[in-house]
């Protein structure tokens, strides 16, 4: 079995601009580049990552891509393009499709001033030039507002695949279920709906936290998507404000521990090998 980390992340303050990035963030201020992660995919057996953009920026975009070219266990990224701006994006996609490890889009709709930036009809026609591109989207779904957006983006844009990061970060902290719970289940309903199983450490307790803390919405995404549309994936560096990689790791483990053989294969693997078009190893 491929085992894959479908979502981490790069940054380096001295050559690159994150303006969400400040001080406040502790623990994850600082640069993270690749050599400081080999060694914690190697005690966790993970074989390939998905890179994913941390900045709406070329300039993070062709840092990934750099790093791929470098770095074997990258087996593709997320990158940027302008969406809203679809001239500007659809030549961004030719010129970024020419590396073959560019496997999909990602914008921070979060730190977007406007909740219904999504749905703006440049936006949907940027997103239609994905689908027609053969290009997943990740969607930084925060609010319950953004996964009220996945039905009407499956509708507006029938082509396009897409994965709800970090399971929309369901309130687990506060023990809550509601409206997440009725939410994720109505985006899964859309066969081209995928969803990750990463960041939900920092969703909890950062003190406290455990798979079983984490259970309650897991094996409801597991209900409702199946194995086959969830993937795993680490949020490093992120997941240093609430433990480390091998916490993850280990955590994720007992949270799958109940499932068959080949549905754990499909969450640590296969799901994102299908989604992001990695090349399947032997």
């Known amino acids: 079995m491929s ?60 840092a990934m891509l750099a790093q791929a070219d470098t770095y074997d266990f990258v087996g593709a ?7 809203h701006r679809p001239g500007e994006a659809a030549e961004a996609l030719a010129r970024y499709r020419a590396h073959p490890r560019f496997a999909g889009v990602r914008h921070l709709i979060h730190d977007e001033p ?31 507002r953004h996964l009220e957006h996945i039905p009407v983006l499956a509708e507006r844009v029938p082509g396009l695949r897409m994965v709800i990061d970090h399971l929309a970060k369901p309130p687990i902290r506060e023990k809550g279920w509601e409206p997440w719970a009725s939410l994720i289940a ?19 307790d950062p003190l406290t936290w455990s798979a079983a803390d984490l259970r309650p919405y897991v094996e409801h995404a597991l209900e409702h998507f199946g194995a086959d549309r969830l ?13 480390d990689y091998a916490q993850v790791w280990r955590e994720t483990g007992a949270l799958l521990s109940g499932l068959s053989r080949a549905e754990r294969a499909a969450v640590l693997g296969g799901t994102a090998t299908r989604f992001y078009g990695l090349p399947e190893t032997t």
Request: glycine share 8%.
């Open 231 to 243: 993937m795993f994936g680490s949020d490093w560096p992120v997941a240093l404000l609430a433990g």
């Open 186 to 204: 109505r985006a899964a309903e859309c066969p081209q709906v995928h969803a990750k199983v990463s960041g939900l450490n920092t969703a909890a």
């Open 77 to 83: 990224v997320v990158g940027w393009v302008p969406l």
């Open 114 to 144: 406007d909740p219904d930036w999504l749905l703006q009809d440049a936006v949907i026609e940027g997103l239609g030039l994905l689908a027609e591109a053969g290009l997943p989207f990740d969607v930084v779904a925060v609010l319950p």
């Open 3 to 62: 085992v894959i980390d479908a979502h981490q992340h790069f940054w380096n303050l001295e050559t690159g601009s994150y303006p969400w990035l400040t001080p406040e963030h502790g623990p994850i201020h600082r640069t993270f580049e690749p050599d400081e992660l080999i060694p914690q995919l190697a005690a966790a057996g993970v074989d390939r990552t998905v890179l994913v953009q941390s900045m709406d920026s070329y300039a993070d975009t062709d």
